[in-house]
């Protein structure tokens, strides 16, 4: 595995015959390289106002760098592997999955709209748009970018802050494909709709950037489902976007799914943009990936706008997950609460980084941040960290953090009562668990994420008939 130096001057990776320097600057100029076919590559060379937009991308990740354990915001997450990595572009072959593998990771929703992207390419064949409402359009963004760029200008790359963070500038420099969804006004959209990547392992380390845009106009009411899945144990890298539009009055349950390889590499951001009275639940489940960096920015930018943030990770091995939210008030009488949990075994870690910011026009600003860990063993271990950041002085935000083992009184009751010690330890684990899988706000998805979250369990078999 490579290893890349937090300090910047240098990289060690391995190779053939032996060990390799790789300076910082030869990582940056190896992206540079990429970028400039990147940017050459018909039809990119006609992207009219998207050319500009992606210079200026790569321009601040070329500033930037890659982050190290010295930046707070990174200062427990080591993306040196990552960096230290040298990917290659995927193959576009959705011939390597089939029909079989989508029903089988499409979490028994049988939506009636699936977009299906492989190794981050939209897969026609495995995709099925069936009983879409009348003006409600979902497609793949490169499709749009070739037919109707105009449709994409007001909000791609103009809510994620590719100007600050390095992996949204690379993502917003090197996209190509993804999902473009948009709901019209007063439209109601009961059924979820599903977002399915599939990464399948290569020969070499692979680089994805997934793009999605969602723009929900006023009155507006959607579900949506967005799932990163594996087949195969290879090394890749999934770099992903989403941002997230909802007008005055949107109601939107989002909810995603991280289900990468053991060797993979996941960095993703949601971004979200409020209007007035809009309303967005959003849901994280980390289960799989080597390194996971989970990202969600809520800006409420409307009176009355109400964002909740729920995140459920389960962590084994050496495996890190890394929660960080950024939920900014910039309008009065907005809210937002946040509701975290953590199990972590073996010598995974875990972190958790919220920070609440109310701006001095967000009086009357209702805010809650809490996060929760459970440790199943000593060498698993966690870094919680709720923040406030208040320049108003008519609010009420409070933030909270726990993180502790099985409790031991709770065993003995459960002994006591002839219940085996496995069984109790399990049946204990696994509400801790469920207080989070309860507020899954897509109901369809809430058995089979149970049902996930219970094959990750220790002993989570004895507890399957009952949960």
């Not at 990289?11 to 970028?35: C, H, K, M, N, P």
């Not at 790359?157 to 590719?162: E, K, N, Q, T």
């Not at 992903?240 to 007008?247: H, I, N, P, Q, R």
């Amino acid at each position: 595995m490579d290893r890349f130096d937090t300090g910047r001057p240098v990289a060690v990776g391995a190779a053939r015959g032996g060990l390799v320097t790789t300076t910082t600057e030869q990582v940056l100029d190896r992206y540079a390289r990429q970028f400039a076919r990147f940017e050459t590559a018909p039809p990119r060379g006609r992207d009219g106002w998207l050319t500009p937009l992606r210079k200026a991308a790569f321009a601040h990740f070329a500033e930037l760098g890659f982050p190290t354990t010295r930046e707070e915001a990174w200062r427990f997450t080591n993306v040196a592997p990552l960096a230290g990595t040298e990917f290659v572009g995927p193959e576009r072959d959705e011939a390597s999955v089939s029909s079989r593998d989508v029903r089988r990771f499409c979490l028994g929703t049988d939506a009636e709209v699936l977009l299906v992207f492989v190794n981050g390419s939209f897969a026609p064949t495995l995709s099925r748009m069936t009983n879409l409402p009348a003006g409600v359009r979902v497609a793949s963004l490169a499709a749009v970018l070739a037919d109707s760029p105009a449709a994409l200008r007001e909000h791609l790359g103009r809510h994620a802050a590719y100007q600050t963070d390095a992996f949204t500038a690379l993502n917003t420099a090197f996209f190509e494909d993804g999902a473009f969804v948009w709901i019209p006004r007063g439209m109601v959209v009961n059924a979820p709709l599903h977002l399915l990547y599939v990464s399948v392992s290569e020969t070499q380390p692979t680089l994805m950037h997934p793009r999605n845009l969602i723009v929900a106009d006023e009155n507006s009411q959607f579900q949506i489902v967005e799932q990163y899945v594996a087949l195969g144990d290879g090394i890749y890298f999934n770099n992903a976007v989403t941002e997230l539009v909802a007008g005055e009055n949107v109601v939107a349950q989002h909810c995603k799914v991280v289900r990468e390889s053991d060797a993979a590499y996941h960095v993703g951001t949601v971004q979200l943009h409020q209007g007035r009275a809009s309303r967005v639940v959003s849901h994280g489940v980390l289960l799989g990936g080597a390194l996971v960096r989970h990202n969600i920015n809520p800006v409420l930018d409307g009176e009355g706008a109400n964002s909740e943030l729920h995140g459920l990770y389960l962590l084994t091995g050496t495996q890190h997950a890394d929660n960080h939210l950024r939920v900014e008030h910039r309008r009065p009488r907005t809210s937002s609460h946040e509701y975290f949990r953590g199990i972590l075994d073996g010598r995974s870690h875990g972190v958790f980084s919220g920070r609440i910011v109310v701006y001095p026009e967000a009086q009357k600003t209702d805010a809650k941040q809490t996060n929760m860990n459970l440790l199943l063993s000593e060498g698993a271990q966690v870094h919680s960290h709720p923040q406030l950041e208040i320049r108003a002085d008519d609010v009420k935000c409070t933030h909270g953090s726990t993180t502790g083992q099985v409790d031991d009184d709770a065993m003995f009751y459960l002994r006591s009562r002839g219940v085996p010690a496995d069984a109790a330890r399990s049946l204990l684990i696994y509400a801790f668990a469920r207080e989070s899988l309860d507020r899954v706000p897509i109901e369809p998805l809430r058995r089979p994420l149970t049902e996930l979250v219970l094959a990750r369990l220790p002993h989570g078999e004895l507890l399957r008939e009952t949960a």
